[in-house]
């Protein structure tokens, strides 16, 4: 009984993830509390975690130490607003070589990586904008 319990909370947390892109514990948790309150944070948390070691979730750590989840486990790339915070998928081109370049370079083997850029986004510069146009 307790299997399929769990197997029903995880059904819940995976349907969660379509609510959005890069989302915070916090975030997931809400969207699963407003329909489903009796599952605890702590279930969710775990389920989360449970997903990004079995490759069906990516973990983002972001600059500021706070944690989103990605449902795109593929590697790509992120850019992230300082001044509203969203966060946004960046598809990249680099040389197919790079990652060897740096090994040899540093003597080191890469499993893994990520970008992420931060900086400000379209709509945050274009509301910098407005706000500082002359009011007619």
């Known amino acids: 009984m307790n299997i399929q319990r769990n197997t029903v909370q995880r059904q819940i947390v995976l ?3 379509k609510k959005g892109a890069h989302l915070s ?5 809400s969207f ?5 309150p009796s599952i605890s944070k702590a279930t969710v948390s775990r389920n989360l ?6 490759d069906l979730l990516r973990l983002i750590k972001l600059m500021d130490g706070l944690e989103r989840f990605d449902s795109r486990t ?10 509203c915070g969203i966060i946004f998928d960046i598809e990249i081109e680099y040389p197919e070589d790079c990652l060897e370049n740096i090994e040899q370079k540093y003597n080191i083997q890469i499993d893994n990586h990520e970008i992420a850029f931060s900086g400000i986004c379209e709509k945050c510069l274009n509301d910098i904008a407005q706000s500082h146009d002359p009011i007619d």
Do not use: T
Request: with cysteine; charged share 20%; hydrophobic share 30%.
């Open 49 to 54: 975690y449970q997903f990004v070691k079995s």
């Open 25 to 29: 514990l916090n975030e997931i948790y």
């Open 15 to 17: 349907e969660s993830l």
């Open 74 to 83: 593929d590697l790509h790339h992120h850019f992230i607003c300082n001044k």
């Open 32 to 36: 699963i509390h407003n329909e489903h």
